[in-house]
């Protein structure tokens, strides 16, 4: 029989391999296998869900978990009326999108309500990557210009045109060669309070990049932005803290993408979009995961006069963004957020859970710093608080530390040193002491 460690390696693997090995040994085995070696796992012992509700999920052994990274089941893993909804609208049609079809229509209409008027036409994709990828054609289409600027650790998604721009995947991609890349206004190394100090400096950082590009033959396409700037770090910021940096790229010509899929939603409480938190009006908006909660449904929503030039040239089609099952889930979805007023909730729940883990981080010196809005908390984890030297190997120990302890999250940032607390938006004041006495016995353990 082949050893464990080869089998987990990847290496050829047969059935007999499986003999003597226990269930979980063998399905991970089995995924190499079948799957390919490019598909990743969280944690050294990986969890395998087959339940959730609300903020809470089961593993196949029974075990509970409190989900604290989840947008994917944006309102909560198997919220009944997102459930209800598919499973009518799945009773009656599902087809592609070249007929006409009223529920289309009237989330379109639905969804387009709750942003700027200027922002007035919207396509629908699978996925935040095709969004981004629709996205970047179009304003290049409308700019004629070619060079994008994104921020140092961005995701925006994996098909070859958004890899090419989401400089968090650098290693193992290329990454387009119009493209700029700029820090994000990193307001713990900053030591700036004010949304002045930490927006003046990103403001500088945008303008050279703005003029770097002016000075060469690529052409100004524009910025493409998530607005929590959240595999940097999590840097929310004051509100209104990046909108002269935004102002800046209308002022020369170019087109802000703000890439909703983590900041939009109500996730923040403060406003149902990210970019609303800066009082500022972008060309292209793009959605994704919250969207559908977890039935596969993203948006590409833009001002017309820029769609125009991109549809002028050519047509667009999906076959399966926007069918009705997934415009079924995605109303259900804005419905729910509405009638159980989650934007407000995500506002005042996240308040007191920053506030629980700053009484936490007094008596831990390994937490460096607490930011966030609504439900959307980085915590940053240290070596030394003076220096506010990061603590990579701490952060992932505690990630660990966390799973054992039922409690499931992730981090983020250019040293994976956040820990990303972006919980379903059905996470309740009730689950925070839950999460708090997890995080103590984690970091107890580790002695920070």
């Known amino acids: 029989m082949a050893s464990t460690a080869s089998i987990l390696d990847g290496n050829s693997f047969k059935a007999s391999d499986a003999d003597g090995l226990d269930p979980r040994t063998r399905a991970l085995a089995e995924r190499r296998e079948v799957l390919g070696s490019a598909y990743r796992l969280f944690y050294k012992h990986p969890v395998e869900l087959v339940r959730g509700l609300g903020a809470?999920?089961?593993?196949?052994?029974?075990?509970?978990?409190?989900?604290?990274?989840?947008?994917?089941?944006?309102?909560?893993?198997?919220?009944?009326?997102?459930?209800?909804?598919?499973?009518?609208?799945?009773?009656?049609?599902?087809?592609?999108?070249?007929?006409?079809?009223?529920?289309?229509?009237?989330?379109?209409?639905?969804?387009?309500?709750?942003?700027?008027?200027?922002?007035d036409q919207v396509m629908f994709v699978c996925t935040g990557s095709e969004a981004n990828d629709l996205a970047l054609r179009v304003g290049r289409e409308y700019t004629g210009g070619t060079?994008?600027?994104?921020?140092?650790?961005?995701?925006?998604?994996?098909?070859?045109?958004?890899?090419?721009?989401?400089?968090?995947?650098?290693?193992?991609e290329q990454m387009d060669p119009t493209l700029r890349i700029i820090d994000p206004p990193d307001t713990y190394r900053l030591q700036s309070e004010t949304a002045e100090g930490a927006g003046a400096w990103w403001l500088g950082q945008l303008g050279a990049a703005i003029a770097e590009i002016e000075a060469s033959a690529d052409g100004f396409a524009g910025l493409i932005l998530d607005s929590s700037f959240s595999s940097d770090g999590i840097f929310l910021g004051q509100p209104g803290m990046i909108r002269a940096a935004l102002e800046l790229v209308h002022a020369h010509g170019g087109v802000v993408i703000a890439d909703e899929v983590q900041p939009g939603f109500g996730r923040t409480g403060e406003a149902f979009w990210g970019f609303d938190?800066?009082?500022?009006?972008?060309?292209?908006?793009?959605?994704?995961?919250?969207?559908?909660?977890?039935?596969?449904?993203?948006?590409?929503?833009a001002k017309r006069e820029v769609l125009d030039a991109f549809a002028a040239k050519r047509p667009y089609f999906n076959t399966f963004g926007g069918n009705p099952v997934a415009i079924a889930a995605a109303q259900a979805v804005l419905d729910v957020i509405r009638d159980e007023e989650l934007q407000a909730r995500a506002l005042t729940v996240g308040a007191a859970l920053r506030e629980s883990l700053r009484e936490l981080?007094?008596?831990?010196?390994?937490?460096?710093?607490?930011?966030?809005?609504?439900?959307?908390?980085?915590?940053?984890?240290?070596?030394?608080?003076a220096t506010r030297a990061p603590d990579s190997g701490v952060a992932l120990a505690l990630l660990e530390q966390l799973r054992d302890r039922r409690v499931l999250t992730s981090v983020c940032g250019p040293n994976n040193s956040v820990l990303k607390l972006r919980p379903p938006l059905a996470f309740t004041a009730a689950d925070i002491p839950r999460l708090v006495e997890a995080l103590d016995g984690g970091l107890t353990a580790l002695g920070v």
């Open 361 to 385: 981080a007094a008596v831990h010196p390994g937490i460096g710093d607490i930011r966030g809005s609504g439900q959307y908390t980085g915590v940053e984890i240290v070596a030394d608080r």
């Open 277 to 301: 938190r800066h009082d500022f009006v972008p060309d292209i908006v793009t959605t994704g995961k919250p969207m559908g909660n977890g039935i596969p449904i993203a948006s590409m929503a």
């Open 147 to 172: 060079a994008w600027i994104a921020t140092s650790e961005a995701y925006h998604g994996n098909t070859a045109l958004v890899s090419a721009h989401s400089p968090s995947l650098r290693g193992p």
């Open 56 to 119: 809470h999920a089961w593993d196949a052994e029974g075990n509970e978990y409190l989900d604290l990274y989840n947008n994917v089941p944006s309102i909560g893993h198997a919220h009944p009326r997102v459930v209800e909804a598919v499973h009518r609208q799945m009773s009656t049609l599902n087809t592609h999108t070249r007929y006409l079809h009223e529920g289309v229509l009237n989330y379109a209409d639905d969804l387009l309500s709750t942003m700027p008027d200027a922002i």
